[in-house]
């Protein structure tokens, strides 16, 4: 199983058919507090945790990204990975969650990094966007602390639930990112 650290008793984990009962738990547990960001936490079921696993691991042999488990202690605690890779362009984007009482600790922050860095450094990709609904000040914090460049507004970029929430787009640049930068 892929491993890779991300602090002090932190890493990011490939996601394995074995981690769908875990994942979905933590989906469970924060379903009123994820479903005010993702589309999909409402209606989050056990078989499409799996399902969503199965998808990520096509991905993977795809050559188009992966999705890895962020754990702290032996516990999933959420999740991170690449949407897409756009070869042609050079360029990919970083979707992430975690529980909400994990929030605060700088997971997310560590496990972003981890993931520009090798967009960057392993794919010599030239560009790394990140989305946040506008509102979601936690999330927002993550590409505004990794130096992200905050490049507009998209108004009702996604449905969630009734409604549709608008978004901040923040991207990185390969000449922009340096691995010598303050971690």
Request: overall charge negative; charged content about 25%.
């Amino acid at each position: 199983m892929f491993s890779f650290p991300i602090g002090d008793r932190r890493c990011l984990r490939l996601l394995e058919e074995a981690d769908a009962e875990e994942l979905y738990e933590v989906v469970a547990a924060n379903r009123e507090y994820l479903a005010r960001w993702m589309p999909w936490a409402p209606a989050q079921t056990p078989e499409a945790t799996l399902e969503f696993i199965r998808r990520s691991r096509r991905q993977l042999a795809d050559n188009d990204g992966f999705q890895a488990a962020i754990v702290v202690d032996d516990q999933i605690v959420g999740q991170i990975g690449y949407h897409h890779l756009d070869w042609v362009n050079r360029s990919t984007s970083i979707g992430y969650w975690i529980a909400e009482q994990s929030q605060g600790r700088g997971a997310v922050t560590s496990a972003a990094r981890a993931l520009v860095d090798h967009a960057f450094g392993k794919w010599r990709l030239n560009r790394v966007e990140i989305r946040c609904g506008v509102g979601n000040s936690r999330s927002q914090a993550i590409p505004e602390r990794l130096g992200f460049t905050r490049e507009g507004l998209l108004r009702q970029a996604e449905r969630v639930g009734d409604g549709y929430v608008d978004h901040l787009l923040y991207a990185v640049l390969s000449s922009d990112w340096s691995q010598e930068r303050p971690r």
